[in-house]
C-alpha cells in the first residue's frame, strides 16, 4: 500500500505560478504512472496531467497545456506539477495519485485506473 502526500498548495495570484509536490513510499513508486486530478468544490474530480512510469510520456487535460507541466524524479520518489499562469478556473483541491498497472505507456485519464490517492492540496486563486 502507498499513501502519496501532496504539498506546495496555497494563496496565489492570477497569472502566478505554484509548484505541487507527490511524494509516496512503499510500492516501488517508480514502476508507476502518477497523475494529478483536482476537484473543485460541487464539482466531480477531473483529470489533470499523468507521467509515465519513466516519464517518457505525459499527458494533460487540454486546459491546462501549455500552462502545466508534470515531471518526476524517481530517485526521490517524488512527482512535481509547475503550474503557471493560474486563471479562476483552476482552483481546487489537488491529489496525486499512482496507476494500478506497472510499467504501462499508455496513461490513463479515469480515476478507477489509479489506486493509490493523497489526501491533496489546496490551491486558491486570487483576482
Known amino acids: 500500500q502507498v499513501q502519496p502526500v501532496e504539498s506546495g498548495g496555497g494563496l496565489v495570484q492570477a497569472g502566478g505560478s505554484l509548484s505541487l509536490s507527490c511524494a509516496a513510499s512503499g510500492r516501488t513508486f517508480s514502476n508507476y504512472a502518477v497523475a494529478w486530478f483536482r476537484q473543485a468544490p460541487g464539482k466531480e474530480r477531473e483529470f489533470v496531467a499523468a507521467i509515465s512510469w519513466n516519464a517518457d510520456y505525459t499527458y494533460y487535460k487540454h486546459s491546462v497545456k501549455g500552462r502545466f507541466t508534470v515531471s518526476r524524479d524517481n530517485a526521490k520518489n517524488t512527482v512535481y506539477l509547475q503550474m503557471n499562469s493560474l486563471n479562476p478556473e483552476d482552483p481546487a483541491v489537488y491529489y496525486c495519485?499512482?496507476?494500478?498497472?506497472?510499467?504501462?505507456?499508455?496513461?490513463?485519464?479515469?480515476?478507477?485506473?489509479?489506486?493509490?490517492w493523497g489526501q491533496g492540496t489546496h490551491v486558491t486563486v486570487s483576482s
Open positions: 495519485a499512482l496507476d494500478s498497472r506497472m510499467k504501462t505507456a499508455a496513461l490513463a485519464t479515469s480515476l478507477s485506473a489509479y489506486r493509490d
